[in-house]
């Protein structure tokens, strides 16, 4: 669960530190005696992502959003007026809002120098070649039918030296692949039914055809178009997915062992209710 939390926070963070590049001070819109700035609509649309980002860079867009800054501000106001901010409910909300705030901005402080170099991540990549490799994988070709009548006579057509391909295209009920001559593309261990799966994978040379397999969906004929031989992930294939990957790890490990130390430098007290024995 802890660290679950730890990469929410992550997340959090990570999309905090993206920056806006626009007139911060830039007044756009005043109400009563309050200037609304461009930073402060910007500031407003962040949590919702690269879209709001890309819609406030419309001109009806702009406006829109810039009416719904207004809307708050009048509500914001309207309830000052009204001194809703002096209620339990608002102040116990607004100290839960200052806290997560300055958690936040603890949290980016801390982790604002996290970094992983070229070599790292190499050196990652080379001692972990496992994660890193391509399963062996085969193109293979099949003939689905429903019967045994309809198995013998693909067969028999099969055996009177008609190609495989035009035998799946005239035979075959699969939907996805009968109208490519059965062909099913590449695919690795795993992602077909087993006992489909053994069928193919122990044909051994390409034009190899197995005798016919019996699964929950029929009768297949399965046809080796090619084996493609386990092969490693080339490092500039990976080189951005793994750095950030590295970096999250070590901002997750520094946030944790930080609040390991914090825990000793603040009392902590924990009061959960022990199981009755």
């Known amino acids: 669960m802890a660290r679950k939390i730890f990469a929410a926070l992550i997340l959090v963070l990570s999309f905090s530190l993206c920056a806006y590049s626009a007139e911060g001070d830039k007044v756009l819109a005043r ?12 500031e407003f649309i962040q949590p919702f992502g ?26 914001a106001l309207d309830g000052e007026s009204a001194k809703l901010d002096q209620t339990p409910e608002f102040q116990s909300q607004l100290r839960n809002a200052r806290r997560a705030m300055l958690a936040q901005a603890a949290m ?3 982790i604002k120098d996290v970094t992983v170099s070229d070599d790292e991540a190499r050196k990652f990549y080379d001692d972990n070649p496992a994660m890193f490799t391509n399963p062996e994988r085969i193109r293979a070709r ?27 295209k005239e035979y075959s009920i699969d939907p996805g692949s009968a109208a490519n001559g059965g062909d099913l593309g590449e695919f690795p261990r795993g992602m077909m039914v087993p006992e489909f799966e053994k069928a193919a994978f122990d044909l051994k040379n ?6 016919p397999v019996k699964t929950q969906f029929g009768w297949h004929i399965i046809k080796l178009e090619e084996r493609i031989p386990e092969s490693p992930i080339p490092f500039e ?7 950030q990957e590295l970096k999250d790890q070590k901002t997750q490990t ?9 825990e000793g430098k603040y009392k902590v007290e924990r009061f959960e209710d022990k199981p009755e024995k």
């Open 237 to 243: 294939q990976v080189k951005a997915r793994l750095t």
């Open 206 to 211: 390409p034009g190899d055809v197995s005798e």
């Open 31 to 42: 109400v009563g005696s309050e200037d609304i700035t461009e930073a402060e609509v910007l």
């Open 254 to 262: 520094l946030l944790q062992d930080k609040a390991k130390e914090l």
């Open 142 to 168: 099949h003939i689905l039918v429903s019967g045994d009548e309809a198995l013998a006579k693909v067969q028999d057509e099969l055996k009177a030296g008609k190609s495989f391909d035009l035998v799946a």
């Open 50 to 75: 690269q879209q709001a980002v890309m819609l406030y860079g419309t001109e009806q867009g702009r406006k829109m959003i810039l009416d719904d800054v207004i809307s708050m501000r009048l509500y």
């Open 108 to 110: 980016r402080d801390i």
